[in-house]
């Protein structure tokens, strides 16, 4: 069956230091991967999109990485603040509608 | 509005009520999904609905869920005879596009089954 695994245990991080973040999955072949932010009581808030033909994506101090082959992608948060501090979501898009699927999602939390 | 809108923020029900959360999207937004999110877990899909035509309700958990958008912007979700079980946060979310671009989610409305 189609499984999107991402670390479900916390990520601490110093302040200042590149947060990376695993997404895996199985039995899938996504069009697009999307990385998404979710603070407590809140809905999730989109952060990047990349296409399966896209190997690397960066806005600001954001990047993501999606190899196909592997069927993983990394998040990476360069210079990482405590307001960084939150859940981020692994959601798999298969295309034709936008029937996203989340992972189980990974929280960060930043260490002044 | 400027984001995604729902109400009510918060829902406690006695079990074996029915309940209806209501979503406003973005103005002009295609698409708009139904996911439920329990405690610790990712949002999970519930229904997806392309303008009026609801195109997928293969997530919804049982026949005690409808949902519907009838004039293609405001979407009610219905749960009958609520239970225990269904006490989670029902988010909605809507995009400007049928595919590969992002959703923009609403707050969501926790519900609470006693």
């Known amino acids: 069956s189609q499984k999107i695994e991402q670390n479900s245990e916390a990520l601490n991080i110093q302040e200042g230091k590149t947060a990376t973040l695993t997404c895996n999955y199985t039995?899938?072949?996504?069009?697009?991967l999307q990385w998404y932010r979710q603070d407590p009581g809140r809905g999730p808030v989109f952060l990047l999109l990349?296409?399966?033909?896209?190997k690397e994506k960066r806005k600001e101090r954001l990047k993501v990485t999606f190899d196909t082959t592997l069927k993983q992608s990394l998040f990476h948060i360069t210079a990482s603040q405590p307001a960084d501090s939150a859940t981020y979501l692994c959601?798999?898009?298969?295309?034709?509608?936008?029937?996203?699927?989340f992972g189980i999602g990974t929280k960060l939390q930043v260490i002044p | 509005g400027a984001g995604v809108s729902q109400s009510p923020r918060y829902k406690v029900a006695k079990r074996g009520q029915d309940v209806a959360l209501r979503c406003d999207p973005i103005?002009?937004?295609?698409?708009l999904f139904w996911y439920q999110q329990a405690l610790g877990q990712g949002p999970e899909f519930l229904t997806y609905?392309?303008?009026?035509?609801?195109?997928?309700k293969s997530g919804l958990p049982s026949d005690r869920f409808f949902a519907e958008r009838p004039e293609g912007s405001v979407s009610t979700l219905k749960i009958q005879r609520t239970q225990q079980e269904d006490s989670a946060v029902y988010l909605c979310?809507?995009?400007?596009?049928?595919?590969?671009?992002?959703?923009?989610f609403g707050q969501g409305t926790r519900l609470t089954v006693v």
């Open positions: 103005s002009g937004h295609v698409s």
């Open positions: 609905f392309q303008n009026e035509a609801q195109l997928d």
């Open positions: 039995n899938y072949s996504p069009a697009y």
């Open positions: 990349i296409r399966e033909n896209e």
């Open positions: 959601a798999l898009d298969s295309g034709g509608y936008q029937k996203v699927t």
């Open positions: 979310a809507s995009s400007s596009r049928v595919e590969g671009t992002e959703a923009f």
